[in-house]
């Protein structure tokens, strides 16, 4: 029997791609940040704007301000103070005191609303506008960018845990 997105996934079908694809990105942060300490997961390597804990900080961040906005809510203050960002909902500098267990806490937050947000969707929704940093998009290219974030995310992290020594 062939493997089936939509039954295995419980999505619509034009929604289980962009899940499978936001899964495939994901899957490997945890490995990457196995075995940092939480002075490595804070440094921040000559030539590089940002710590592993900052852009860990982000992708959680950011997939918790897309499912909020997927959901069509604010992001709530409570949650901006847990992934750092500032009244915008940007991630703050550089996070201190973060560790693996912590930061790994956090991706699974997103994640979790991330797949209730997008489990929510049909594939008639995807047309729809929003306008999350002040120019309309649809919902397909919105939800396609979640996918992409963190893996390109992800290509800066093994570029800063190379230069960690």
Aim: no cysteine; proline share 5%.
């Amino acid at each position: 029997m062939a493997m089936d997105i939509q039954k295995e996934a419980g999505f619509d079908p034009a929604i289980a791609g962009i899940w499978y694809a936001y899964k495939f990105g994901r899957s490997r942060f945890e490995r990457l940040l196995t075995g940092l300490t939480p002075e490595q997961l804070a440094a921040r390597p000559a030539g590089f704007n940002n710590s592993i804990a900052a852009l860990v900080l982000h992708v959680a961040g950011t997939e918790v301000g897309f499912a909020h906005l997927l959901w069509g809510q604010e992001l709530p203050a409570d949650l901006k103070a847990e992934f750092l960002m500032d009244q915008r909902g940007q991630t703050l500098p550089q996070p201190e005191g973060e560790t693996v267990e912590s930061l790994v806490a956090k991706l699974h937050k997103g994640e979790g609303m991330i797949k209730e947000a997008l489990a929510g969707l049909k594939a008639e929704d995807l047309d729809r506008e929003v306008s999350p940093m002040g120019s309309p998009v649809t919902l397909r290219w919105l939800v396609s960018l979640v996918a992409y974030h963190a893996t390109n995310h992800f290509g800066q992290l093994q570029m800063i845990k190379q230069h960690l020594g």
